[in-house]
């Protein structure tokens, strides 16, 4: 622990002179408003120790790391049946990308790319009486913290925009794999994107993850292990779109990064850990969270392989 400890500091200093050459995201207006040098870090052990440095406490935008959690609640409802709408595969494409949805008739080929996500939404509307609540209080309850709320002005904004996103469900739709109304599912997919969160409050929620699916601070059973390993596997594989390889190469975690900035890692049965720094590097992945967390896993000489 002390090891950890002291290396997050040290690593913290360094990344002071990080020269970043990413670009924080703009096709969604209101990001575009965000203190693009803001820097936090938190890691979260299981023994519910919290190491925290810089921006911690400053709300970023959850975008597409939403994408996990609305897959845990997808996924205990459906179970197995979940694999028949969405694959599990990488997909070696941009995460809006409509080219593989079309030659894979409608089925996407896993949860963390927008098309997967949307269907996981139409899963959670079909299931649930108030699938939007249900979502929110999921994570405060993770995070033991009521403040976690969604941000409207990031939820109208992205609407507004959202072209891409609506061919990718009407696409969909065409193929027989949407069942609800188009605006209802977009609706919820843009509201647990725009949850506003906190690098300190992210690593808490995420902590079950690298518990066998166990929170370790309130013994709550999220997931049975053996689907908690399944979405640990799907986070190696495909949370970091088209490069998720190169984040398995260079840091070694399963993880998942969002366009508000956010990259959360998992170090089964050690840690869970949040980088946000808002500039992304070209496939809209934060470039100075990944470049820490590749330290981070080399500095300690620990990744999971
Ligand atoms: N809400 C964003 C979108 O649909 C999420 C993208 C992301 O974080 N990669 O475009």
């Not at 066998?212 to 601070?217: A, C, F, S, V």
């Amino acid at each position: 622990m002390d090891k950890i400890k002291e290396t997050l500091h040290q690593l913290f200093d360094d990344f002071q002179n990080f020269e970043d050459k990413g670009q924080k995201a703009t096709y969604i207006p209101e990001l575009a408003h965000i203190d693009e040098d803001l820097f936090g870090v938190s890691l979260s052990c299981l023994d519910g120790m919290q190491i925290s440095l810089g921006d911690a406490t400053t709300p970023f935008s959850l975008q597409s790391i939403s994408k996990v959690l609305s897959l845990v609640l997808a996924y205990n409802i459906l179970g197995e049946d979940l694999w028949k709408r969405v694959d599990v595969e990488p997909s070696g494409d941009t995460f809006n990308s409509l080219i593989l949805l079309e030659l894979e008739m409608g089925i996407p080929r896993n949860p963390f790319i927008n098309a997967g996500a949307i269907v996981v939404a139409d899963i959670l509307i079909s299931h649930l009486k108030n699938p939007e609540e249900v979502f929110l209080k999921f994570i405060q309850e993770l995070a033991q913290d009521t403040s976690i709320q969604y941000d409207l002005n990031i939820f109208h904004s992205e609407k507004s925009v959202a072209y891409r996103n609506y061919s990718l469900i009407n696409l969909m739709k065409s193929f027989g794999n949407i069942h609800n109304d188009i605006d209802k599912v977009m609706d919820l997919y843009f509201m647990m994107c725009s949850v506003s969160i906190t690098c300190q409050q992210l690593s808490k929620a995420f902590l079950f993850f690298a518990n066998d699916g166990t929170h370790p601070l309130t013994q709550q059973q999220i997931l049975i292990p053996s689907r908690n390993r399944r979405i640990n596997a799907i986070m190696q594989l495909c949370g970091f779109y088209d490069e998720a390889g190169e984040f398995a190469y260079r840091v070694g975690l399963p993880g998942k990064s969002g366009v508000g900035g956010g990259i959360i890692a998992i170090h089964p049965g050690l840690y869970a850990v949040t980088v946000f720094s808002p500039k992304l590097n070209k496939k809209g992945n934060s470039t100075k969270g990944m470049a820490f967390l590749e330290r981070l896993t080399s500095e300690l000489n620990n990744s999971i392989f």
